[in-house]
């Protein structure tokens, strides 16, 4: 089978699909055949330094966080309730490719899409849902009627999060620039403010839930605008308060999203309701995958980008 795989850190070019083996599954997991996959800011920053996730040590890496695919062969002990030819999405970890032909899925990974949604548009999901999810509700603790402010509101989490927000009845405020405040609006966001031409402080206040998926300069100014007791929730960095912005309660948070199938299976509740839906900028062959790694790093993605497997155009 294909798979996409670096022997060495650096640009787009060192991405290269290749001939491997075919993997196994084994107990409960579930063989797929990939339709397709999507990139990820991660995917980047895995290819050119290895990141917080892989060294030097850990090459070949096999490249790829999201998938649709559908199930191909099951583990011997597979759940009855899946069968050959159903279709699943999922984040897998750091130890499997999913831009690949084929790809194995744990128990705890996968869910059933949503019969709304393409395949392009199911690979969309996983990654970027499930950090919008876990940051709005398991850390930002989201209540219907909170001011909720999202930094960086037209990418891949950040469009899921607006629309998140507004399905769990929070007051949405987003920053975007260009064509990008026109699309967060369309998601539903009840203030868009465009951070190239204004400063955000000037338009939100008293927020009970910041998103930063931004990070730096961006983070540190979000400490003005949060309400008594509200939260910092960053994907990038760990929230300090300067001198005077920690009072009140006012706190900040970090975290890793967990690739939870339990927290998939939430968001495509929502996407089966119409309230939440996954916006494919683009999609792109798996042949040409580095030139959809140099899209990604050319930035204003309105949502995400997706790798289309198998079929035409396939490697
Ligand atoms: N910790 C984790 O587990 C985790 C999980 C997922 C993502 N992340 C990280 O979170 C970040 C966001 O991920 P993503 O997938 O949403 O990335 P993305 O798709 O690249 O979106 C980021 C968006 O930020 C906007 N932006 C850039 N500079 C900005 C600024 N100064 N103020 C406000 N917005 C700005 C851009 O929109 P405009 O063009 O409209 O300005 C851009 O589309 C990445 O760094 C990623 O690595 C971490």
């Known amino acids: 089978m294909k798979a996409v795989r670096i022997h060495r850190f650096g640009d787009a ?47 070949p890496v096999a490249m790829g966080r999201d998938l649709c695919g559908r199930i191909e062969a099951l583990g011997t002990r597979a759940h009855n309730m899946l069968s050959e030819g159903q279709r699943l999405f999922a984040m897998i970890g750091f130890d499997r490719g999913a831009w690949a032909d084929y790809a194995v ?10 019969d709304r949604l393409s395949d392009e548009e199911a690979a969309a999901v996983p990654l970027a849902g499930l950090t919008a999810w876990q ?7 989201v209540a219907a009627g909170q001011r909720v402010l999202i930094h960086g509101g037209s990418g891949g989490v950040g469009h899921f999060a607006v629309q998140i927000a507004k399905a769990l009845g929070a007051e949405v405020f ?43 300069d961006t983070q540190q100014r979000s400490w003005d605008v949060l309400a008594p007791g509200g939260i910092i929730v960053s994907t990038l960095t760990p929230p300090k308060p300067q001198a005077g912005q920690g009072d009140d309660g006012r706190r900040g948070v970090d975290f890793i999203v ?6 998939l299976l939430k968001i495509a509740a929502m996407i089966e309701d119409g309230v939440v839906i ?12 580095a030139a959809a ?21 396939a490697a």
Do not use: C, W, Y
């Open 174 to 216: 987003a920053t975007a620039s260009g064509d990008g405040v026109e699309f967060v609006r369309s998601l539903g966001a009840d203030h868009v403010i465009d951070h190239r031409a204004q400063r955000f402080e000037d338009d939100a206040a008293n927020v009970d839930v910041v998103l930063d998926l931004i990070g730096g």
């Open 13 to 59: 070019d060192v991405l290269r699909v290749e001939d491997v083996e075919m993997p196994q599954p084994v107990d409960d997991e579930v063989l797929v055949r990939v339709t397709a996959a999507s990139l990820n800011p991660v995917d980047t920053k895995i290819r050119t330094s290895g990141g917080r996730f892989k060294k030097e040590a850990d090459l």
């Open 135 to 141: 940051g709005l509700v398991d850390h930002g603790g």
């Open 105 to 114: 899925l744990r128990a705890t990974e996968m869910a059933a899409v949503p």
């Open 278 to 289: 996954p916006h494919v900028q683009e999609s792109f062959a798996l042949a040409d995958v």
């Open 258 to 263: 967990d690739p939870k199938g339990v927290d």
């Open 293 to 313: 790694a140099r899209r990604m790093e050319g930035g204003t993605i309105r949502g995400k980008l997706v790798i289309r497997v198998g079929g035409e155009g």
